[in-house]
């Protein structure tokens, strides 16, 4: 059985356990403030989903969120920018952090969880530095974006969408899993594996960067706590999407569940009234585990085919 | 087409590959025999360009060339085929196939096409295949065969395919579809090189077969001028020093130490029988891929024993961990020195003590004090070099590395010492040092079990021999019996 | 070979660092008995960290990871926090690190019996930890007035703070359980070469379980180290980010992250390294933040340098 259909059954016994329970659980309102509620989640899982499945992992996404969110507030308050290009600059500082990160691994074939661990220090210290203080955002496009109850769903969508078309279409996105599989083999065939390293953690930055970018939409506020921990839930989003974490396997739609199951769980724990959030992370680790061990038990039971 | 000229490569300074001339034409299959650590892998690393050569010359189409890397030796029409390594097991075989040069319509891969076109190439080595297929859902043979169609497809104009050991791990079936294919290929032009123990294969399907020893070229024949046993003697060593011949074999003490009767895994190996008795050399001769290592394994608690006894000293055992075996007082000196033998980062005095610490258990601490005795005492009598006995381990010669190993298991005065390959890899005047410590230690009462790859060395310090031969023992040869033509004979007979 | 000079080294240049541009760095008062001072301030803040940083390097050394301490730090306290308010300090004090210690073994059973990868064996409890110590305090942040169990964080011995005494026996404590058994020795095996271990008779699972189980204990006495001095469990933030600071103590101890050698004394001096630095970075009227953008400078040049150190190793290696 393929890991997705497992995600796959998990998100259906949850929402049909739901729609049994709640009764107003299987409204249109619901499944998009689902995905409304997730989209920043979303955006950052894409990046993480990369990073696994490259073989590695990327803690920084967290930070990187808060600094983006405080990097836009800043360059919109003080600087009076337009949310546009703080945005536009916000991406692109995110992507060249990503990318100095995946040199860093490249280059000196450091742990990418230590590496990416160091960049989250980095990224959030000069979030403190440039402000503790959440500073609101009245930027007028920003303001707007976050009145439109579509648009980070749109975003989400238009990004997964994106993210699926690169990794199953274009070659450099099909390079990610060989790495991910066989780093030594992957470069006895010719694939370029530095570059592709250096890809992955820019992809993973940029994203974390969007999701900063969401944050800051959602919120309508730049705070440079913004996004704690949010890499612990962008990889168990990941790894309950039936994206192994030794890497080489997985995919863009799965973690897309995953996350939803994550939402799922969250919003289940609202509707129940009297659960307290603290659930949804045990619930959380507990499918993680039980996800793991999955991959855990798969691969050697599938040896088949002969010559004839 | 290709020609080597006195090639030769060093690690420190161990030579592995050592001045090996040879010459491979266009069209012709052209084996390269001999035992672990002959040089074979060393030198087609350096023909596929994964290793430069530290001397010598290798010329295509007499062009000289120097190669880099694997992908400047594929360019240059240099294709290997090894084991494992050059697939990405967790993509499909289309994608094995064709990445890197993934067909594209308007901007993107064309799938459709990178299917057909891996499922047309695979047609052609004789499979009908899934192409979509992950790859580790595949049998070995399935792989080898896909690694096969990614070096045809990927140079046009490739002149030669090296292939390292594509039997070992194939059933008989698809060994055949393997070598139709081959020699398909070869009558295409193709030159091809094929590593193998399998020496029936190396007979069936080679025009030209070379043999390697200690890492240099011992011969090249037509396949046809040269017979099986002649091969095997060739491979395994033929001129007879013997510098110190087992004094005409005496011991058959009659006192058992180590009893092994019938022991094997169903459908994997065995049934094997070898007894050993006290202040007993005995030998476990058989070519590579005869089973030798895997009972060596199942001696030292390594491997679940599935059927059979073994007893040490007259009392069953479970061999259930290698401690139980440390306990019956077994030791094994295992073949992988570096993987499982040595701990590099760590001293020699800490190597040395390692197993009595084991058997020792944690709470009971070895004083430094004793550590340093016992190391010093174990560097002093087995005349291990080195600076001090503080020196990381992992800088050691090959030679003091096992030297090293044997320190560690005689500290626990073992009854039963088992050796997979002691001299491996170990320069010519520590071979005979290890050589005489052991016929030392069993003229002093200590049942020794071998593995050699070297067939005069086997002659030469063993009381007896026992055969194996596809996974069996099949025969046991005392004194008088023990011969180099005799033993090559039954060791060569009817394997594949 | 890593070494803990290294360490020594890098604080003693923060140290004379402040020596020169701020002597009254090194000034210590006492006052009613008890000393104050810079000096005193870094080894009562580094307390919880080094505690944590020791269990974590003898988990690297194995060539593992324990991601979950700070998860571990959070449960313990909330426990310890809870039960105080029903029970007398010792039972709360026993109760909460043998659950710290239950789930260091479920992370060592995960990892030698499940064959699962460290970094996400561990990762499991650090994702749901936190959940559990929110379980526990109910999502509150629970406070206690009990005098005994604040003394451990705020209290004196010997005129220094009782945390640093506390932490000082623990550390000893390990020292003596891995140096003067073998366990150190057979921790060094297993992580130098886990085949080579087994090949040895070394029971390299046995000392996987005892690793991250130590770790944990580390970690739960860190956690009523932290719930003490608060006088507060925060199943939020109590002990967020230690696992962090813990790896980069190592690290900078000179312990590989591939396992084999540790050392307790460069992980000591590792972790005040690391305190020393950001009490330099305070009382020189730095903003705090900074800190963390120098630790992060910090783990990357030594695990660049480091890393050129395997390089040369490996080489090495080769040639034996």
């Given at each position: 059985m393929k890991p997705i259909w497992a995600t796959i059954a998990t998100l259906l016994a949850l929402i049909g356990f739901c729609g049994i329970r709640y009764p107003?659980?299987?409204t249109a309102a619901v499944f998009v403030d689902l995905v409304r509620d997730n989209a920043i989640l979303g955006i950052a899982a894409v990046g993480m989903t990369f990073a696994i499945q490259s073989g590695g992992i990327d803690l920084s996404v967290g930070a990187v969120v808060g600094f983006t969110s405080i990097v836009i507030a800043k360059l919109t308050s003080?600087?009076?920018?337009?949310g546009i290009a703080a945005g536009a600059i916000a991406l692109v500082l995110g992507a060249l952090f990503g990318c100095l990160q995946g040199w860093f691994i490249a280059r000196f074939r450091l742990p990418p969880f230590l590496v990416t661990l160091a960049g989250m220090f980095l990224a959030r210290g000069a979030a403190f530095v440039i402000s503790m203080e959440s500073i609101s955002i009245e930027d007028r496009p920003l303001v707007w974006m976050a009145s439109q109850t579509y648009f980070l769903p749109f975003l989400l969508l238009l990004l997964f969408g994106t993210a699926i078309y690169f990794s199953l279409c274009v070659p450099a996105g099909r390079y990610v899993f060989a790495v991910g599989g066989s780093r030594e083999s992957s470069r006895l065939m010719g694939v370029p594996v530095a570059r592709v390293e250096v890809m992955v953690y820019a992809i993973s930055g940029f994203c974390s960067a969007l999701a900063g970018v969401a944050t800051t939409i959602y919120t309508s506020a730049g705070n440079?706590?913004?996004?704690?921990?949010?890499e612990l839930d962008a990889i168990a989003a990941t790894v309950i999407g039936g994206t192994l974490l030794t890497g080489g396997v997985g995919s863009l739609l799965g973690t897309f569940f995953g996350v939803m199951i994550l939402g799922v769980i969250q919003t289940a724990i609202t509707f129940e009234?009297?659960?307290?959030?603290w659930w949804s992370k045990i619930v959380t680790g507990i499918l993680l585990l039980v996800f793991i061990l999955i991959q855990k038990g798969m691969p050697e039971a599938r040896r088949s085919g002969s010559v004839n | 087409m290709l020609k080597l000229d006195r090639l030769t490569k060093a690690f420190g300074s161990a030579v592995?590959?050592?001045?090996v001339s040879l010459e491979i034409g266009s069209g012709e299959i052209h084996s390269l025999v001999g035992e672990n650590g002959a040089g074979k892998s060393t030198l087609i690393k350096m023909l596929s360009g994964a290793l430069a050569p530290n001397a010598g010359v290798i010329s295509l189409d007499s062009q000289p060339i120097f190669l880099h890397s694997p992908l400047e030796a594929k360019e240059l029409g240099i294709s290997a085929v090894f084991q494992e390594l050059?697939?990405?097991?967790?993509?499909?075989i289309a994608e094995n196939i064709v990445i890197g040069r993934y067909p594209m319509s308007r901007g993107r891969i064309d799938w459709g096409k990178a299917e057909e076109h891996a499922a047309a190439l695979l047609a052609e080595l004789g499979i009908t295949i899934?192409?979509?297929?992950?790859?580790?859902?595949?049998?070995v043979a399935i792989r080898q065969l896909v690694a096969i169609a990614r070096a045809l497809d990927n140079d046009?104009?490739?002149k030669l395919m090296i292939l390292d050991e594509?039997?070992?791990?194939?059933?008989s079936n698809e060994v055949q579809h393997l070598f139709r294919v081959l020699k398909r290929l070869r009558d295409r032009g193709l030159s091809i090189i094929f590593v193998s123990h399998f020496l029936d294969q190396v007979f069936e399907i080679s025009n030209r077969i070379s043999a390697m020893r200690n890492g240099s070229l011992v011969g090249s024949y037509e396949?046809?001028?040269?017979?099986k046993e002649e091969l095997v003697q060739e491979m395994l060593g033929?001129?007879?020093?013997?510098?110190?011949?087992?004094?005409?074999?005496?011991?058959?003490?009659?006192?058992?130490?180590l009893e092994a009767e019938g022991i094997g895994r169903k459908?994997?190996?065995?049934?094997v029988s070898i007894r050993v008795e006290r202040a007993e050399a005995v030998g476990l001769a058989?070519?590579?891929?005869?089973g030798r290592t895997s009972v060596m394994r199942m001696l030292f608690g390594?491997?679940?024993?599935?059927?059979g006894t073994v007893k040490a000293g007259g009392q069953r055992l479970k061999l259930k961990s290698t401690m139980a075996a440390i306990k019956a007082r077994i030791a094994l000196v295992p073949q992988d020195r570096k993987m499982e033998g040595i701990?590099?980062?760590?001293s020699v005095r800490e190597n040395i003590v390692a197993g009595l610490q084991a058997r020792a258990g944690w709470l009971r601490k070895i004083s430094r004090k004793r550590q340093q005795e016992i190391a010093r005492r174990y560097v002093e009598s087995l005349h291990i070099?080195?600076?001090?006995?503080?020196?990381?381990?992992?800088?050691?010669s090959g030679g003091n590395q096992q030297k090293v190993l044997l320190a560690r298991w005689l500290a626990l005065n073992p009854a039963i010492l088992l050796l997979d390959?002691?001299?491996?890899?170990?320069?010519v005047g520590a071979k005979e040092q290890i050589e005489r410590l052991i016929a030392k230690l069993c003229e002093e009462g200590m049942a020794a079990l071998m593995v050699g790859t070297d067939i005069e060395e086997m002659c030469r310090t063993s009381h007896r021999v026992v055969v194996m031969r596809a996974k069996k023992s099949v025969a046991e040869l005392a004194n008088e019996e023990i011969s180099i033509e005799r033993l090559a004979g039954i060791m060569a007979e009817g394997h594949g | 070979m890593g070494s803990w000079r290294w360490a020594c080294a890098g604080l003693a240049a923060i140290l004379v660092f402040n020596l020169i541009t701020?002597?009254?760095?090194?000034a210590i008062e006492i006052k009613q008995g008890f000393l104050y001072g810079s000096l005193v301030d870094i080894l009562n803040r580094a307390a919880p960290t080094m505690l944590v940083a020791v269990g974590m390097m003898l988990v690297i050394a194995t060539g593992g990871i324990d991601l979950s301490v700070g998860s571990i730090i959070a449960i313990t306290g909330a426990i310890a926090a809870v039960q105080i308010q029903k029970s007398a300090v010792s039972w709360a004090v026993i109760e909460s690190v043998a659950l710290a210690c239950v789930l260091g073994l479920w992370n060592g059973a995960l990892v030698?019996?499940?064959?699962?990868?460290p970094i996400v064996a561990t990762l499991i409890l650090l994702v749901a930890g936190r959940g559990i110590a929110q379980l526990v305090t109910n999502g509150q942040i629970v406070t206690f007035t009990d005098a005994g169990l604040s003394s451990l964080g705020s209290g004196h011995f010997l005129g220094l703070p009782t945390s640093i005494g506390l932490v000082i026996g623990a550390v000893i404590l390990i020292f003596l359980l891995v140096r003067q058994t073998a366990l150190g020795f057979m921790i060094e095996c297993g992580g130098a070469s886990p085949r080579a271990s087994r090949y040895t008779g070394i029971n390299v699972r046995s000392v996987q379980v005892a690793v991250y189980a130590i770790s944990g204990l580390c970690a739960g006495l860190a956690g009523l180290l932290v719930v003490a001095e608060t006088r507060a469990a925060d199943a939020n933030n109590s002990g967020l980010y230690i696992e962090l600071d813990a790896i980069l103590a190592v690290v900078i101890g000179g312990t590989?992250?591939?396992?084999g050698r540790f050392s307790i004394i460069g992980t000591v001096f590792g972790s005040l390294m690391i305190q020393a630095l950001s009490t330099t970075v305070l009382t020189r009227g730095?903003?705090?933040?900074?800190t963390l953008v120098l630790k992060a400078a910090l783990v990357l040049s030594i695990s660049v340098l480091q890393s050129g150190g395997l390089r040369g190793e490996n080489r090495r290696r080769e040639l034996g």
């Open positions: 107003h659980f299987l003080n600087l009076h920018l337009t440079s706590t913004a996004g704690t921990l949010l009234g009297t659960l307290n959030s | 592995v590959v050592n001045e050059d697939l990405v097991p967790t993509i499909s899934d192409t979509r297929r992950r790859l580790d859902e595949c049998s046009s104009n490739l594509p039997t070992s791990s194939i059933d396949a046809t001028d040269i017979g033929r001129q007879l020093s013997l510098q110190h011949p087992m004094a005409f074999r005496q011991p058959q003490t009659g006192v058992p130490a459908g994997e190996i065995g049934p058989g070519l590579l891929g005869s390594l491997d679940r024993i599935g059927q701990f590099a980062q760590l070099d080195l600076p001090g006995i503080e020196t990381p381990a992992g800088l050691l390959e002691p001299t491996r890899g170990v320069d | 701020n002597p009254g760095f090194f030698a019996f499940g064959g699962i990868q590989f992250l591939t396992g730095v903003s705090a933040e900074w």
